[in-house]
């Protein structure tokens, strides 16, 4: 790590030490690490399927054998990733006391097998599955056993389509998400972006609450995004380096108050 990476990570650490309510926002870059691509990056999901094909409320009505075709990669790729550095320092940012929440856009349930516990799925996650039609709830586990002989995935009760509790297109953002994600927005002093380019709405408007209410904004995203100009704090670097370097300056600091 470059010195004046040091010093940025140095400055993101104390800015958390001085929050006194910080949340995260992640999105798909904090992932890909994982081994899971961004869905719209060159080798993502959306280079082979077309999402509304796909992933719609149109679909789950009338191409359920393509909602399953997507859902057998995507599930299985879940299944196969595991946490990365960066979703580990968040779980200890989280165990500092320091972070109170993440909100993600991520649909990979990796924050959660990470160790975070207040977790808010923007768009919901694949950690569930529940029946489209009568809501019946199936556990996760039995999507993993599927083949493309096997779908799509029916309801044994009423013939419907089996789904993730995932926000598809068309669909709302859950309404306990949506709440949550305000409650945090509007009490937060201070919020860290990582893994995302503020492209997809709503979600991407949180930053701006948490600015407009006096609050900081933390950037931790390659290159540059819809944020650029509005964070006070800007690394440039990989999410899975910043993150523990962060994390790390912050439990050195808790340990040598604690001793001395």
């Not at 280079?47 to 009338?62: G, I």
Request: aromatic share 8%.
């Amino acid at each position: 790590m470059k010195d004046y990476q040091k010093q940025l990570c140095t400055k993101a650490a104390q800015a958390l030490q001085k929050s006194h309510f910080a949340i995260a926002m992640t999105g798909a870059g904090i992932s890909v690490p994982s081994g899971i691509p961004d869905f719209r990056s060159p080798g993502g999901l959306w280079s082979k399927f077309d999402p509304e094909s796909v992933c719609s409320e149109w679909a789950l009505r009338n191409n359920q054998a393509g909602v399953w075709e997507f859902l057998l990669d995507a599930v299985k790729m879940f299944a196969q990733a595991k946490p990365n550095p960066a979703h580990r320092a968040l779980a200890g940012l989280e165990d500092t006391g320091i972070i109170k929440a993440v909100i993600t856009q991520n649909i990979d349930n990796l924050h959660q097998e990470a160790g975070s516990k207040e977790v808010v799925e923007f768009h919901g996650g694949c950690g569930s599955f529940f029946c489209n039609s009568c809501a019946k709830t199936y556990p996760s586990v039995m999507a993993l056993d599927l083949t493309k002989n096997d779908i799509p995935w029916l309801c044994m009760d009423c013939q419907g389509i089996i789904r993730p509790a995932v926000v598809f297109f068309g669909e709302s953002i859950p309404e306990q998400a949506m709440y949550k994600t305000r409650e945090y927005a509007d009490k937060t002093d201070l919020v860290v972006i990582i893994g995302t380019s503020g492209e997809v709405a709503p979600a991407n408007i949180i930053p701006t609450l948490v600015k407009n209410n006096g609050g900081t904004v933390i950037e931790i995203n390659l290159g540059s995004t819809a944020y650029d100009g509005l964070s006070d704090i800007k690394l440039d670097m990989p999410a899975e380096i910043a993150l523990p370097e962060i994390l790390s300056k912050i439990e050195h600091h808790i340990l040598t108050n604690n001793t001395s």
